[in-house]
């Protein structure tokens, strides 16, 4: 049982164990450029359609104006949660699952921490699967394998070095991503020749919020992976939020003109990018930015196992899921983005409700060890909220993951409410 392990690795990067302390050297910046990066998708292009047009192929656009609110209030929200989680990740110095040991006990955080496992493999399988296939777009000479292998040894090289990965997005990435943006933008802007906000209405709204808070909220379960190693809460908080919410609206901005200007659907959205002069090089600067995705995947993952084996070395466990995700991205085909997201929000929103409030009620008392007692009672709210998600009927205006977050966050008030009551009168 030694907690007092020698630091075996450079100051500036992450130990190799759980049981070590984390050190503090990433400023507001280095988060900025972080949350900056993983807020750009190349998901995020091609899912604006499902904001655009939320009741499925076939169906009507939402006005132009419509959908960037959506993005706006969605994206902005998402961030406030990735935020949240990053403010109580500096405050302790714990990764997100070691966090929820505060919350359920080390014994009952076993369950969230094996199923956000189960997603980030599935994340990073998903991203290395778009890395690779986009690249087939641009290099259609090489085979999809030969792109999937190499996406995948570039993802495990980042993620043994976390922390030097983060300051490569803060050095360089970040400037050439930005100026890919703007140069895409003002390209299909140019091309459409100028856009009104559309005929469309605002029925669907509600949905198109719905969907971009899923991917912000998708993100919340590595928010403390990262914001643990901050210099100041602060710095956690404004990096998170601002480089989240801009470059996310960003990339789903440029979407939604490529899918009501240029392109025909959104198989054609990169399509429409690589048709603008210099297109290849701008998409290809975007794509290679990509693996900040997967390798985030693969570190969450490694951090997530350490949390239920905080011994274990990481750089093994990330060598391990990186070759997971690689098999995985080889041998399957994924179609079912959509739901995947919903499924992920239900099950996440819920949570991030139980730990917020529970955080603001009890967090001074929160035992975050390895032996924490169980406080079983806490997965009941949360399972209040994945309910109120699915009996939730989307439409206009209503957002079932703000009804969701509610219902899980008014039943863990009203659990400490009772307990505390229960107390007053025994
Ligand atoms: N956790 C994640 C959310 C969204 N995209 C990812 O690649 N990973």
Known sequence: MVDVARPHTTPDEVPHTLTEQAPRTLGTLDQAALWGNLGVSLLGFTGAIFVLQPF?????????????????????????????????????????????RGVFGARASTVPTVLNVVQMVGWGTFEIVTIATAL????????????????????????????????????????????????????LIGQSGGLSGGSGGWSGFGV?????????????????DYARHSRTVRSAVVGAFAGTTVMGVACYAIGLVALVSVADGPDQVFASFLAVPLGVLAFLVVTVRELDQSFANVYATTVSTQALRPRWDRRVVSVVVGVLVTVLALA??????????????????????????????????WDLSETSATRWVLLLPWAAGIAAYYLIPPGPLVSRSLVSFLVAAAATGLVHGLAWSVRRTV
């Open 136 to 187: 087939t777009q641009v290099v259609p000479g090489v085979p999809r394998w030969a792109w999937v292998l190499t996406c995948g040894a570039a993802t495990i090289a980042l993620a043994v070095r976390p922390l030097g990965s983060v300051r490569l997005l803060r050095r360089w990435v970040s400037i050439a991503v930005v100026i890919a943006l703007l140069w895409l933008a003002g390209n």
């Open 56 to 100: 499925g192929e076939g169906t009507p656009y939402v006005s132009l104006t419509a959908a960037l609110v959506a993005v706006v209030v969605g994206t902005a929200v998402g961030a406030a949660a990735v935020a949240a989680v990053a403010a109580i990740g500096a405050r302790t110095g714990a990764p997100t699952m070691v966090l929820l």
């Open 208 to 224: 198109g919020v719905d969907v971009t808070l899923a991917v912000g909220i998708s993100w919340v379960p590595m928010a403390a």
């Open 332 to 365: 399957v085909r994924i179609d079912n983005y959509e739901s995947f997201l919903y499924a992920i929000g239900s099950v996440f929103l819920g949570l991030l409700a139980v730990l917020l409030v529970d955080y603001l009620v009890a967090g001074r008392r």
